[in-house]
T-cell receptor, first 113, second 108 residues
């Protein structure tokens, strides 16, 4: 069966510090991968998605970036965090075929001080 | 860029059916209709999806209007564990856009 791992579960970072969140998927090949952010009490905002190694589509201009160095690994990064980067970050995967369901990780709660 | 419209909140009595509506008047012929639900501090959980025909699974049923401009998620017997935010989204290619969803309260 397929599983998705996302870590850490919580993170507290000072303003201006770098960020690296990692997500890995097991049990499937060539998945579509996604990063979302959710502000408190709000819906999910799609940040990045990837259909293959090295292929990243950005949905929202910001100081975040994403990379996919391996087929089942997706990394969200920032060189300098802003207060507005606080939120609940979720990684998800879906099968390559169009229209297939997404499956989410447990999320990372990021607080910027 | 949410393309769906849902009520902000709904209430249901425990053990009664719940019909959660969703409008998607700009749906294209290749868009899939997906439903997810989210408990506090958790990632969304897939519930059901469809393209044109009604769908049933162990969690719920999805009724899609003939013109596909609206759909309804049906929980046949609401339980307290069904209290969550329910998202209806249109899936275009590989892109998923979530709106703010419907917060379902289940009354014991």
């Amino acid at each position: 069966s397929q599983t998705i791992h996302q870590w850490p579960a919580t993170l507290v970072q000072p303003v201006g510090s770098p960020l690296s969140l990692e997500c890995t998927v097991e049990g499937t090949s060539n998945p579509n991968l996604y990063w979302y952010r959710q502000a408190a009490g709000r819906g999910l905002q799609l940040l990045f998605y990837s259909v293959g190694i090295g292929q990243i589509s950005s949905e929202v201009p910001q100081n975040l970036s994403a990379s996919r160095p391996q087929d089942r690994q997706f990394i969200l990064s920032s060189k300098k965090l802003l207060l507005s980067d606080s939120g609940f970050y979720l990684c998800a995967w879906s099968a390559y075929f169009r229209g297939q369901p997404q499956h989410f990780g447990d999320g990372t709660r990021l607080s910027i001080l | 860029d949410a393309k769906t419209t849902q009520p902000n909140s709904m209430e249901s009595n425990e053990e009664e059916p719940v019909h959660l509506p969703c409008n998607h008047s700009t749906i294209s012929g290749t868009d899939y209709i997906h439903w997810y639900r989210q408990l506090p501090s958790q990632g969304p959980e897939y519930v059901i999806h469809g393209l044109t025909s009604n769908v049933n699974n162990r969690m719920a049923s999805l009724a899609i209007a003939e013109d596909r401009k609206s759909s309804t998620l049906i929980l046949h017997r609401a339980t307290l564990r069904d209290a969550a935010v329910y998202y209806c989204i249109l899936v275009t290619g590989n892109q998923f856009y979530f709106g703010t969803g419907t917060s379902l309260t289940v009354i014991p």
